[in-house]
Structures are given as C-alpha cells and as structure tokens.
C-alpha cells in the first residue's frame, strides 16, 4: 500500500491566487514527521516545510501552511499569494519513528502551474 | 545550502556496462541515501548508509550495490547496467533518526541514460 498518496497529477493557479495541494498518509506508528519539498525544473530538490505527528499547531513558513488533519491522516500544503517561480513538481514525505534510519517516503507528486 | 556534491551530473552508457555515481557530502552527516526518481513513482530508495561500512537495502535495490568507506563518500555502483535503470538519481544526507532530524538535504541528481 502507498504510505503517501497524492491525488493532483497536476494543479493550475493563477498568480496571487491560493492554493492546496493534497496529501494523505498511512502509518500506524504514533510518531511521524510530514515533509513537503519542491522540485522546479532545474531539477533540485527543495525542502519547503515540516509538520511533526506531535505537533499541535499547523506548521507555516513564509507563504507554506500545512494543513495537518491527523484524524484524517492528511497534511495538504497551502501556498498563499502564489507567484510564477512557484511552478514546479511539489513532492509530500513521510518518516516514521519506527521505520528503520529515518528514511523518507515519498508520494508521486503534483504538478503545479501559476499562470499570470 | 548543505554541502553535497554528485558526481557526474549526467551520464549515457551502454547496457550490460558498471557504473558508480559518487555523493560526497561536507556536512558529516551520518546518514546517506541513494533514491531514485522516475515519472509516476516519486522518488523510492534503493540504498542507505548508517554509518562507514554500514549499509542495507531499500525498496528498489536489485541491480545495485553501496560502498561507502568514509564518512564523506557513499557510492552507488549499477553492476550491470539495464535499459531500466535509467533515471535520475538523488542522493541525501540527514543528521540523525529523530523525526525532525531526518529532513534530507539532496544533492542535485545525477541523470544515467542506459543505451
């Protein structure tokens, strides 16, 4: 089974528009961390935001927000004020603090598009 | 910016032909891993590292093999290079086990074509 699961092959936003890219997780460990990185075409990988599963506040940075709903097991990002260098691959992760060296677990990403 | 350097950035072989790409990291950072990204699968780990001469396998590791003899190196070696092996390759580095701790710094990918 997928442990991350995002559901936007692609997503278009205009510029200065909000919007939410979704992504929903599996575990049953009670302890996870939640990544979003951003991939724009030059190819690098971008870490963007971090949600801990024992965090009660929604993580924010900048322009990111992560909307983090543990009973429904999803942690949707939210740029806000979107701009034209946000067009990218965005990718969400997932570790868990059973899972052997903290290594990532990634969902087949969303395509996003800011058009002006 | 964490400091990680791959090695060659891009790269067109042949198949049945071994290849190593190098990550070099200035960081020390104990924790090193090899992923792959292919379109529709995200990025899936193929091998990580623990520590100098500590490695295991990840989810895709068939057709690869690690070394890494310094806390600076960790090696990704295709023994005998397939047409399905090509891809861009990531490797990344984190400090420690910790949730937090295991956000990964990536290097900036390696594509392999397989001719």
């Known amino acids: 089974a997928q442990k991350i699961t995002q559901t936007q092959p692609g997503m278009f936003v205009q510029e200065k528009e909000a919007v939410t890219l979704d992504c929903t997780y599996d575990?049953?460990?009670?302890?996870?961390?939640l990544f979003w990185y951003k991939q724009p075409s030059s190819g690098e990988m971008i870490f963007l935001i971090y949600q801990g599963s024992y965090d009660e506040q929604n993580a924010t940075e900048g322009r990111y927000s992560l909307n983090f709903q543990k009973a429904r097991k999803s942690a949707n990002l939210v740029i806000s004020a979107s701009q034209l260098g946000d067009s990218a691959m965005y990718f969400c992760?997932?570790?868990?603090?059973?899972?052997?060296?903290?290594?990532?677990?990634f969902g087949r990403g969303t395509q996003l598009t800011v058009w002006p | 910016d964490a400091g990680i350097t791959q090695s060659p950035r891009h790269k067109v072989t042949e198949t049945g032909t071994p290849v190593t790409l190098r990550c070099h990291q200035t960081?020390?950072?104990?924790?090193m891993y090899w992923y792959r990204q292919d379109p529709g699968h995200g990025l899936r780990l193929i091998h990580y590292?623990?520590?100098?001469?500590?490695?295991d396998k990840g989810e895709v590791s068939d057709g690869y093999s690690v070394s890494r003899s310094k806390t600076e190196d960790f090696l990704l070696t295709l023994e005998s290079a397939t047409s399905s092996q090509t891809s861009v390759y990531f490797c990344?580095?984190?400090?420690?086990?910790?949730?937090?701790?295991?956000?990964?710094?990536f290097g900036q990918g390696t594509r392999l074509t397989v001719v």
């Open positions: 590292s623990y520590g100098v001469k500590d490695t």
């Open positions: 575990t049953s460990d009670q302890s996870y961390g």
């Open positions: 960081e020390n950072h104990r924790y």
């Open positions: 990344a580095i984190s400090e420690g086990t910790t949730v937090r701790d295991t956000e990964a710094f």
């Open positions: 992760a997932m570790n868990e603090r059973g899972s052997t060296l903290g290594r990532l677990y």
